[in-house]
T-cell receptor, first 114, second 113 residues
């Protein structure tokens, strides 16, 4: 089955700790995205990547970092600099073939602060 | 900057009603507009995608229209069912192949039997 997997489903972060959220896709998509969703809010873009070893900041990149060493993987690290990390994090991917291509989303990771 | 607004924020209706969800965006220079469905605690599922050159798209009981010049889209749900209960999100794409999506806050729909 082709799709996007995110792990873990729930993640707990202690004060001052960095944590990494995993995102893997087997759809052979070029572009990958990370979004943050807060209650009652729409999704906000954190980082995105079109090709391996290249990525761009989105609207709320401060306190986050990413890497794109493989086409199928786009992990997100929430650093200790992110003071309010509690949220639902969604990863997505997309072909870059044209304007009619939709984004496919993973099931999400909920991050909670202890 | 692109701003996307969805009205209403929440909607509760009895089964069988026809519904209209509204979406507006501030910058008409979009490449496409999408409607997504999100169930509680889950990821997003794409429902319909309308390219900027199109006026509407249909899938089953769903019909989405786009008026790019006025910055508006509507999602019409015919003969609503309890299984339609979810949050519906509107998103627009600007820029060529980067595929960045700008989301509204969503409409939370409850359809009761």
């Amino acid at each position: 089955d082709g799709g996007i997997t995110q792990s873990p489903k729930y993640l707990f972060r202690k004060e001052g700790q960095n944590v990494t959220l995993s995102c893997e896709q087997n759809l052979n998509h070029d572009a990958m995205y990370w979004y943050r969703q807060d209650p009652g809010q729409g999704l906000r873009l954190i980082y995105y990547s079109q090709i391996v070893n290249d990525f761009q900041k989105g609207d709320i990149a401060e306190g986050y970092s990413v890497s794109r060493e493989k086409k199928e993987s786009f992990p997100l690290t929430v650093t200790s600099a992110q003071k309010n990390p509690t949220a639902f994090y969604l990863c997505a991917s997309r072909r870059l073939a044209g304007v009619a291509e939709t984004q496919y989303f993973g099931p999400g990771t909920r991050l909670l602060v202890l | 900057k692109q701003e996307v607004t969805q009205i209403p924020a929440a909607l509760s209706v009895p089964e069988g009603e026809n519904l209209v969800l509204n979406c507006s965006f501030t910058d008409s220079a979009i490449y496409n507009l999408q409607w997504f469905r999100q169930d509680p605690g889950k990821g997003l599922t794409s429902l319909l995608l309308i390219q900027s050159s199109q006026r509407e798209q249909t899938s089953g009981r769903l019909n989405a229209s786009l008026d790019k010049s006025s910055g508006r889209s509507t999602l019409y749900i015919a003969a609503s069912q309890p299984g339609d209960s979810a949050t519906y999100l509107c998103a627009v794409t600007r820029g060529s192949t980067l595929g960045r999506l700008y989301f509204g806050r969503g409409t939370q729909l409850t359809v009761w039997p």
